[in-house]
Structure formats: structure tokens, C-alpha cells
């Protein structure tokens, strides 16, 4: 088959014009849908709809659109690309009725999927564990979710049924799902199955770890010309691919390119999708989104109104301006401006950002006469993909940070150092202590704490340490497939210095009531189970004031593992085993030196100083990293905040804690699993991959549990043992794996 690509240019084909949506004659949700109507979405006035796909909007409802009130255009500065006008929390309404959310499933819940046997003699049962929400649209919620059967992970799309009452509603839907499931290509996210039950509709798809390009951008702002072409490459294909189908998916935009575990383009979302009888047909319907919407989607005429497969070209144009300029060419104050820009082809580069081969490359894109604009074939060969060079593979690292480039032995584009999550420059580094290869071949995990004379810290990315830690866990099943996992260190440990014995025994006692508490909760749950009984006022009062790492940043690849705790303090735990943590309110700042061998000290020698008075000759450079740590871990806090993804950081917490008085961190373990920390006021906290977590009090009976959805609840040990909660205590048996692992390095 001739591919679209090679075809003449895509404007240059017939006028043809037969107008309606791709009818569905089967019968999702065990009904036909006969309506004709068109699918009538518009946004509620409080969200900014630029950046939003627009299904079917009715010319009533586009012509209410132009007119937007100034309250739109208000609402229109809260950017996906952090510039106005931009993406927004998903959120619709349809015309009448406000689409809920719900999910009506627990989280952690089991779903069942009642499948029905190809000959037709009965069901088969299938289980699905939901897992962590990957993402919110308008129309849907997806989950993680794991096949029981299997084992295998999906993205699984929730539509709620409640959102499905409207025929216009079932029918996109259906639409969705027929032309998902035939898109099978490298570069298209894959369509797996499709299941409901009494209250929901489940479609399962290839999950893409790393989030969409809309997350990058808000992240990055913007892209490299190298990246940029990396991606545009890859869309063409799947554009090319879906043209050839007679596929006009008519959504491209940055949030619906998602991004897999190594870095490619998973083109996903046929929600407004169609797909039409002869490359010749033209469509009438308006949709697409404000920013990324071609002139003749939104021509006022609708004779005019006609379109083909060139308004994919028109977003592609879009999208690669925004990749390379971190906002989109037309966008504007309010939906209206918006149009009238993209009707005007109003948009212009920013100066000496842009190459001249990247504005053809879009300039040729954003032609208002969609037959002016490039065939897939001639965007291939366009000067800014065949002149210039295009790396082979992108490393999840550019997911927040820009590459830096090298050539290999062939000459190719390779990225350097992908593993930096900082990028952090001090001008006094003192050269990398050399590490040696690790000593300690039966210590199942790595431990990084004070006892350790190592200025770079032992590490647990050994296999070996790896497979006997996955030994132990075996009966513990935790969700391996996290994104946020902490970048491999390359440091190796080295042989701990005998410590100071009378030190060691007070926190090794400390670590044993813990551990002895631990188990005796979770390896005896008859001997305890009438012992329990509510947790005393007070010690919820303990808990709800204890302090924990809000978040981290595993940098000890070169300089040490940041931290931010829930009071608004940061610190670092310098890859030398000296601390430092960095007031909220102030600028005073505790440093932690190592206790010295011969001291038999209990505490550490700690001294206070502020950012403008310590002794620079021997701390700048820490103080410079303690400085740049906290500020990239207040920027992730602030964003996860704005995203509503993290519990804000409260004022009441942020409060001035004298000196003597900050936390931090004491210890830290990384598993493959976990992360955990032991903090300076004897908790321990475990963050599990699956961003899960449990605190433990410093006596062991006390446990915060972390769900994923990030609920915090508190437990009494005994709680625990009556309850036999099977997600808070398979964790517990892994936190007090660790712990023993902890006190057996704590001795030694
Ligand atoms: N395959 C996937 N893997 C990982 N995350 C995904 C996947 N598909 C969707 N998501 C996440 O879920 C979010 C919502 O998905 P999607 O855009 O398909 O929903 P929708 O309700 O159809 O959206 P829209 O409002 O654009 O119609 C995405 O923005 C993304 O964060």
C-alpha cells in the first residue's frame, strides 16, 4: 500500500465533502446507539480551554465560545506550559449535567472482570489490582493497574457509567475504542482490551511511565532542537501511520503524547478521532483544542469549515513550536483571542531562540491553507530532520533536566551523564574521592550512615545486595514499577571504620525496641490481639506532630541525598556522612559533623551558623549544595502543591524551630523497594516505590501509614495486629527486614 506520506500533498486532494461522525453499529455497554447527534462538550467557565480537546462543538456552542466573557479569559492563565492561556486540571461539563469523577472504586480495590467465554457458554473471572492514579481527563480517571492473572501492569481508563448516560457520550466512547484497538504501531499507545462492570467502563492500555510531553514542558519549558526533532520524528511515524489508516486523529497535542519507559513517543487519546471512508473525505465538525485547533476547524462559514487529515500537520506545528519555545504560537488571554490569533496566523518566534531550519520546519506546518502545508514525506526530509542530527535514545532524566550532547566512536548524538538529577555547579568542587569496590559481600543492603568513614557512601545498586533483598521480600508484594525511582549511584561502599561503642549501643538499643515492638505486632498476632484497644489522645497528638521527608532528591552519584521534611526544613546528607539541614523560617543552619572515633560521645557534634556567617573555608561548598538542594526540592514541593498532587507544606508547620530542636536525617537505606530514613528524633520512615510509606515512632508502636493516594492514617501497633491491615503490615514486614539490616550495621 502507497503510504499517505508518498502521496501528493494532502491539500491537493478532491473537496469532496460528506459530513457526520463515523456511526458505530456495535453495541458497547449492551446498547445500540442510533443518535446521529453530534458529541457537545464545552468547558465550565472556571476552566481555561485552550489547551483542552473540544469534541464536536456545536456552532452555538463554538459561537458562545468566541464570545467568552473576560471571567474566561481570567480563568485563562493558569498554562500547562506555565504561560497564559494554557492547559488546565481536566475537568468538563457536558452541556447539562456536570460529569463526575468518581471512579466509585476504593483505592487498592480489587477489580473484577466478568469475561464471557468465546463460545458463549458462561464467563471467565479475571482480577485487576488498581493501583496509583496515573492521571485525570475530562472524561476519565486512569490507573495503574496489574493483572492478577498475569502480573502484567496496565493503564487502565475509568469512565464512569454516570458520565455515559448521553448517547452523544457512548457514542465517543465507542468511537474510541474502534479506532483505538486497530492503531497497532511503535510510536501509538497500545489499545489492549476493554471490560465493564456495573458502574464503570475500563479501558485497558500500554502504560507510559513517563508521563505525557505536557508534564516535560511544564517541567523543562523547553526542549533542545535535538529532543525536538528526537520527538517530532517519532510523531510523524505515527501520524503517517494513522493517515495511512484513514485515521485523522484530530487531538494532537502535548498532553496526549505520552512518554514511555525509554523515551518514545506513545501518541494516545482517540477521543475526538475519526476515521474517514477515502483519504478524499472532509469533515465538518469543530474539534480539536483552542491552542493547537486549525484555521479551517474554526472558519465561522460552514461551508468552509471543511477539513482533512492536514489538521494533524497544523498541530504538529503547534506542538513542535511549543516544544522548542515552551508555549504555544497563538496562545493568548482567552479562548476568543485565541482563534482570532490562529485565524490571523498571528504568531512569531522568540528572537535568537528558534534555528532558522526549526521556523521553516514549523512555518511550513502552520500554513493557514491547509494545501500549502507539508505530506508526512516531505517533513521527513525537511532540513531540520535530515540535516541535523537526531539522537539515538533519550534517557528519563530529560523528563526534568536538558541533556547535555557528545558524539560516540560512530559519530552519533549521545546524551551525557543521563543520570544527573541536578545540575549543580560549584566553582570550589574538590576532585571526586575515589571509590572503592565494595567490602562487605554479606551486608544484604547498603547503609549510609555515620558510622561509615566513607566520603562516598556504600550503595545498594549491587545485584548481588539486590537479589537477597528480593529474597526476603518474597512474600511481600510491592509494586516494582515506580517512575520515581532515585537514579543508580555509581559510588561503591567502602569498609566502615570501627564506631564508637558506647554511641553505637544506645542507638542499637533504640533500633531493637523498634524491631522487638515490630515483630512481636506482626509475627504473634494471637498473643496481642485483646491488647490493643484506641490509640490514647496523646500519642495521636505525637504523631500528627512527628516530622517526616516530604521529599528527596538521590543525588549521591556526586554529592549526597537532599531532603525536604514536612516542617519546611532541608538538608543534605553529604556523601561524606557530615549533615546539614537548613531552617524554614530563617536562615540559620545546623551542621552535623561525623562523631569522631575516639570520642565516646552519645550525640553528634553539631554546630549552628547562618548562610551569611559560617566558616567558609571549610563548608562553601556545602552550604552552596544545601542552598541548591533546597531550592530544587521547594520548586518540585511548590509544583506538586499547585498540582494538587501533594498536601501544601502548612504555615503552622513551617514554624521557627530553635536550633537544637531541627530534625535531620541520621541514616538512610536504599532498597529495591524502598528508601529509608532514620531521622535525628528516632523515627523511621519507609517510603516504598509505589509511593506508599510508613513512619514508625521511635518506640516501634506507633505506625503512620501512607496510602497511595496519599491518605495518612494512623495506627496503634496493636490496631495493626487486630486488624491484620494486609497493606499496612506486608509493608511492616519489609520496614522491619530493613531495620534488622539497619541495627546489624549500626553494631558492627
Ligand atoms: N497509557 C497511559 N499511561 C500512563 N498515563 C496515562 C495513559 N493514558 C492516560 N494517562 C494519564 O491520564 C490522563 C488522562 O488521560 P486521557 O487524556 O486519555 O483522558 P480523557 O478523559 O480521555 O482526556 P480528555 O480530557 O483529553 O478527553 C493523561 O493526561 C495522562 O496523565
Not at 14 to 20: F, R, V
Not at 471 to 478: D, H, L, N, T
Not at 585 to 614: G, H, M, Q
Request: net charge positive; aromatic share 8%; glycine share 4%.
Amino acid at each position: 500500500m502507497a503510504t499517505r506520506s508518498s502521496r501528493a500533498p494532502l491539500g491537493q486532494r478532491s473537496t469532496n465533502i460528506q459530513n457526520g461522525s463515523a456511526s458505530t453499529k456495535s453495541s458497547l455497554l449492551g446498547k445500540k446507539d442510533s443518535s446521529s447527534k453530534s458529541i457537545a462538550f464545552e468547558r465550565k467557565a472556571s476552566d481555561n480551554s485552550n489547551n483542552k480537546g473540544i469534541s464536536s462543538m456545536s456552532s452555538n456552542t463554538l459561537r458562545r465560545a468566541l464570545s467568552a466573557s473576560s471571567a474566561n479569559s481570567e480563568a485563562s492563565s493558569n498554562a500547562e506550559t506555565g504561560a497564559s492561556g494554557g492547559f488546565v486540571k481536566k475537568q468538563y461539563v457536558s452541556s447539562s449535567s456536570t460529569l463526575t469523577n468518581k471512579t466509585n472504586t476504593p483505592p487498592d480495590s480489587i477489580i473484577t472482570e466478568h469475561r464471557k467465554r468465546p463460545n458463549g457458554d458462561g464467563y471467565t473471572v479475571h482480577q485487576y489490582m488498581r493501583g496509583k492514579l496515573l492521571g485525570k481527563g475530562g472524561f476519565a480517571k486512569v490507573y495503574q493497574f496489574t493483572s492478577l492473572d498475569t502480573n502484567k501492569i496496565y493503564a487502565a481508563k475509568i469512565v464512569p457509567k454516570a458520565n455515559l448516560v448521553k448517547n452523544r457520550a457512548r457514542q465517543k466512547l465507542q468511537t474510541e475504542i474502534k479506532i483505538h484497538r486497530t492503531m497497532k504501531h511503535v510510536n501509538v499507545c497500545e489499545y489492549k482490551h476493554f471490560f465493564e462492570d456495573k458502574t464503570n467502563c475500563y479501558i485497558l492500555l500500554e502504560i507510559c511511565h513517563n508521563q505525557s510531553c505536557n508534564e516535560m514542558i511544564k517541567r523543562r519549558k523547553s526542549l533542545t532542537e535535538e529532543e525536538t526533532r528526537f520527538f517530532m520524528l517519532q510523531i510523524i511515524d505515527a501520524v503517517s501511520f494513522m493517515h495511512d489508516s484513514n485515521v485523522i486523529h484530530r487531538d494532537l497535542k502535548l498532553g496526549n503524547l505520552f512518554l514511555s519507559k525509554t523515551m518514545n513517543i506513545k501518541v494516545g487519546d482517540f477521543g475526538l478521532a475519526v476515521r474517514v471512508d477515502s483519504s478524499d473525505e472532509k469533515r465538518k465538525t469543530i474539534c480539536g483544542t483552542p491552542n493547537y485547533i486549525a484555521p479551517e476547524v474554526i472558519n465561522g462559514n460552514k461551508e468552509k469549515r471543511e477539513h482533512s487529515f492536514e489538521v494533524d500537520i497544523w498541530s504538529m506545528g503547534v506542538i513542535c513550536f511549543t516544544m522548542l519555545v515552551g508555549k504555544p504560537p497563538y496562545e493568548s488571554k482567552d479562548v476568543k483571542s485565541t482563534y482570532r490569533r490562529i485565524l490571523n496566523n498571528e504568531y512569531s518566534f522568540p528572537k535568537g531562540k528558534v534555528s532558522s531550519d526549526a521556523r521553516a520546519f514549523i512555518s511550513s506546518m502552520l500554513q493557514s491553507d491547509p494545501s500549502l502545508r507539508p505530506s508526512l514525506t516531505e517533513l521527513r526530509q525537511h532540513a531540520f530532520i535530515s540535516h541535523n542530527q537526531i539522537p539515538g535514545s533519550l534517557p528519563s532524566s530529560c523528563t526534568y533536566s536538558a541533556p547535555s550532547w557528545s558524539t560516540d566512536e560512530f559519530g552519533e548524538l549521545q546524551v551525557v551523564n543521563p543520570t544527573s538529577a541536578l545540575d549543580i555547579n560549584i566553582s570550589n568542587s574538590a576532585p571526586a574521592p575515589q571509590a572503592k569496590p565494595a567490602s562487605s559481600a554479606s551486608s544484604k543492603f547498603a547503609i549510609y550512615d555515620e558510622v561509615q568513614s566513607t566520603s562516598k557512601p556504600a550503595v545498594s545498586n549491587d545485584d548481588r545486595v539486590i537479589n537477597k533483598l528480593s529474597g526476603c521480600v518474597a512474600s511481600c508484594r510491592i509494586d516494582d514499577d515506580e517512575v520515581r525511582e532515585p537514579p543508580p549511584s555509581s559510588a561503591t561502599s567502602q569498609d566502615p571504620k570501627p564506631s564508637p561503642a558506647a554511641a553505637n549501643s544506645d542507638e542499637v538499643s533504640v533500633l531493637e525496641r523498634m524491631h522487638s515492638n515490630l515483630d512481636v505486632c506482626l509475627a504473634n498476632f494471637e498473643r496481642i490481639q485483646n491488647g490493643g484497644g484506641k490509640m490514647e489522645a496523646r500519642a495521636i497528638a505525637m504523631v500528627e506532630e512527628s516530622t517526616w521527608v516530604s521529599r528527596f532528591v538521590d543525588y549521591t552519584s556526586k554529592y549526597g541525598l537532599g531532603f525536604l521534611l514536612n516542617d519546611g526544613s532541608s538538608g543534605v546528607y553529604f556523601n561524606d556522612s557530615t549533615k546539614a539541614v537548613l531552617s524554614a523560617s530563617s536562615d540559620s543552619f545546623v551542621y552535623i559533623e561525623r562523631r569522631k572515633s575516639n570520642s565516646d560521645s552519645t550525640s553528634e557534634p553539631l554546630a549552628t551558623y547562618t548562610l551569611s556567617d559560617y566558616p567558609e573555608d571549610t563548608l562553601k561548598k556545602k552550604v552552596t549544595l544545601l542552598q541548591h538542594f533546597r531550592n530544587y526540592l521547594s520548586e518540585q514541593q511548590k509544583r506538586a502543591e499547585d498540582t494538587g498532587e501533594t498536601q501544601p507544606i502548612t504555615s503552622d508547620s513551617t514554624k521557627s524551630k530553635a536550633p537544637e530542636d531541627m530534625i535531620y536525617m541520621k541514616k538512610w537505606i536504599k532498597t529495591k523497594h524502598a528508601m529509608l530514613f532514620r531521622l535525628s528524633n528516632d523515627t523511621v520512615q519507609v517510603q516504598f516505590n509505589d509511593e506508599t510509606q510508613v513512619l514508625i515512632s521511635s518506640e516501634g508502636n506507633l505506625i503512620t501509614f501512607v496510602d497511595k493516594e496519599k491518605n495518612r492514617t494512623l495506627h496503634s501497633i496493636s490496631d495493626i495486629a487486630n486488624n491484620q491491615q494486609t497493606d499496612v503490615s506486608k509493608r511492616l514486614k519489609y520496614a522491619k527486614e530493613i531495620l534488622s539490616q539497619l541495627i546489624s550495621g549500626t553494631k558492627r
